[in-house]
């Protein structure tokens, strides 16, 4: 399987004070961090772990655009 690649938005929240990583691709695939690297960090973590549940799932696994 070649590496899938997803783009990641990063949104300050400025009542909460932490940084929101969503990945548009993937509906729901939603985090957080207390700066912008680790709301990345957590992005991608959270990317993984969507698509191994699509997998268990026998779901499909969506494709970004180029």
């Known amino acids: 399987m070649?590496?899938?690649k997803y783009?990641?938005?990063i949104e300050k929240d400025p009542e909460e004070g932490v940084y929101i990583a969503?990945?548009?691709t993937l509906p729901g695939c939603n985090t957080f961090g207390k700066n912008a690297k680790e709301a990345a960090l957590m992005a991608e973590e959270a990317i993984e772990v969507y698509?191994?549940?699509l997998l268990d799932l026998g779901k499909r696994v969506p494709?970004?655009?180029a």
């Open 2 to 4: 070649m590496p899938l």
């Open 7 to 9: 783009r990641i938005i």
């Open 22 to 24: 969503s990945v548009p």
């Open 51 to 53: 698509i191994e549940t």
């Open 63 to 65: 494709i970004e655009d």
